[in-house]
């Protein structure tokens, strides 16, 4: 198993995870904020998928799904208390733009060559000291903000799913 099959197995089980949580919810379920603050599952999975798209186009994804703009500002992270969340949009549209967008990573993700992955993150932080690290640091964002879902879920009264 290369270095490549282990991180495209990361984004592939952080879409397993982020579907057991979302699969069961109603469309209005989506827009539900658990307390005041708190994110809803529809801008959960609108900001996953608008991260995993800028991922792919790191790697040189063409053919990715076009977002509104607007869309897009609404699901932006702003380090502040999350607003009113009941006007974005389509769940099962973001639930299919994550889905396109993590694919696409998933796919990409095998050719990256050994140097690039031991090269330097192509977006600076502390979570990776290489671009491998990088690409899967992507996958544990995936994760851990299913555990975001997973607090929206029970607050709905729905059984836990892991």
Known sequence: MTP????????RAAK???????DD???ADFHHQP??????????????ALTLRRTAERLGVTGLPAVDPELADQLA????????QSGLGDPAALVRL????????TAAVGSVPAETLAGPPSFPG????NFAEGLLFGA????????????????LGKPPVV
């Open 4 to 11: 490549n099959d282990v991180i495209a197995g990361g984004y």
């Open 16 to 22: 397993v995870l982020m579907h057991r949580m979302i």
């Open 25 to 27: 919810l109603a469309p």
């Open 35 to 48: 307390v005041p603050g708190a994110n809803s599952a529809a801008w959960v999975v609108g900001h996953l």
């Open 77 to 84: 992270t702003t380090k502040k208390p999350a607003a009113d």
């Open 98 to 105: 994550f889905d396109a967008c993590i694919d696409k990573v």
């Open 126 to 129: 502390p979570f990776a000291a």
């Open 140 to 155: 544990t964002h995936v994760a851990m903000h299913s555990g975001q879902l997973s607090t929206i879920r029970r607050s």
